[in-house]
């Protein structure tokens, strides 16, 4: 399962995405470069706050204003999106990458029914009528798991449980027949049943229909369960780059071996990491260098004096970590 082998869907570079805060500023992202191939899943985790969302919202320059995006390229299917104007990007938005919210109940709209909420997504993409674009919402609802999707289609979006909801925005995502879906903590807002649905829907999609994934979650399950590679995000920047299997077989970065070894109980949602003290650095007031070194057991002078940058570490990976690197770390 090689990106390169597949041809690459998107690629990133050095994105920087930026928030005004008191007079200065705080970097949600920072030299943030990756690729993803098509038909590939990959996970983007960290702790929250650590920038996942600020930067797949600026892949669809979608970015909430004052925040902004600073620097870089994103490249989607062969076209550079950052320089688009508003109009030519608002295509790619949906039948290009489609993007599942973090919170199901303030995306959908509650006074529209759900069915036609998809509806409006579909004729903003394609050529159907009314009619046709109904039938489509309704088969599309069935398919993410939605039962008796007819009648379903017809109710509002507080007659869904949280897991339904969540179904409804994959559903609403697929409906513009997007190449790349960005799915944000899709698994956060439901139960444990409901995310093993949830998860399977995702792989059954890339499974039959080809779909590329970027699925942003702090659940190490999930990652598990779905991806085929792992970015890992700490204060803004990547520190950690590898597949899957070998991620969790052997953690480079001190930070990554923490997020493992909290699996699976602790709620990293509320900024806990048990293994490693303290907690994710307020983006204002970065400490100098690598970003993670008040919390690292392997912190060494080099580490406060610059930020370390992410080099290539093996087949596949890369880590920000000199020390970890130097010292071949085993976990
Ligand atoms: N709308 C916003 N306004 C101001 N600051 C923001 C906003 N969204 C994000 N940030 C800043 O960017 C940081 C990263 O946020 P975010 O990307 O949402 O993290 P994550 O998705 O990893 O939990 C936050 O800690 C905050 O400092
Ligand atoms: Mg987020």
């Not at 943030?32 to 191939?37: I, K, N, P, T």
């Not at 009648?151 to 997007?178: C, D, F, I, N, T």
């Not at 970027?214 to 190490?220: E, P, V, Y």
């Not at 057991?297 to 087949?315: H, K, S």
Request: hydrophobic share 45%; charged share 20%; net charge neutral.
């Amino acid at each position: 399962m090689f990106a390169a082998m597949r041809g690459v869907l998107l690629s990133v570079e050095d994105l920087g995405v930026e928030f005004p805060r008191n007079g200065g500023s705080v970097r949600a992202a920072s030299g943030v470069s990756f690729a993803l191939g098509t038909g590939e899943t990959v996970a983007l985790v960290g702790e929250s706050g650590c920038g996942k969302s600020a930067t797949a919202l600026a892949l669809f320059r979608l970015v909430p204003p004052p925040g902004r995006i600073v620097s870089g390229r994103v490249v989607f299917d062969g076209t550079d999106l950052l320089p688009l104007p508003e109009e030519a990007i608002r295509r790619f938005r949906g039948a290009g990458l489609a993007w599942v919210p973090q919170e199901p109940g303030a995306a959908l709209n509650p006074v529209l029914s759900v069915g036609s909420q998809i509806v409006d997504v579909i004729r903003a993409h394609r050529a159907l009528s009314k009619r046709e674009a109904w039938a489509e919402a309704v088969d599309l609802l069935g398919r993410v798991g939605i039962p008796d999707p007819a009648q379903r289609a017809r109710e509002y979006p507080h007659q869904y449980s949280g897991g339904m909801k969540q179904r409804a925005l994959v559903a609403m995502a697929l409906s513009a027949r997007p190449k790349l879906l960005v799915a944000d903590e899709p698994t956060t807002a439901v139960d444990p049943t409901l995310k093993l649905g949830i998860l399977d829907l995702l792989r059954s999609l890339r499974d039959e229909r080809g779909l590329s994934i970027l699925l942003i979650t702090h659940d190490m399950g999930a990652v598990a369960a779905l991806a085929d590679r792992v970015l890992v995000m700490y204060a803004g920047r990547i520190v950690e780059e590898a597949p899957v299997q070998a991620l969790f077989d052997d953690p480079r970065h001190p930070y990554t071996r923490g997020l493992l070894a909290s699996v699976p109980r602790v709620d990293l949602e509320r900024g806990l990491l048990p293994s490693i003290p303290g907690s994710v650095p307020d983006l204002a007031q970065l400490p100098p260098g690598c970003a993670f070194h008040p919390r690292c057991p392997l912190a060494q002078d080099a580490c406060r004096a610059a930020v370390p940058p992410l080099v290539p570490d093996g087949p596949g990976r890369r880590v920000a970590c000199p020390v970890a690197q130097a010292a071949g770390v085993r976990s």
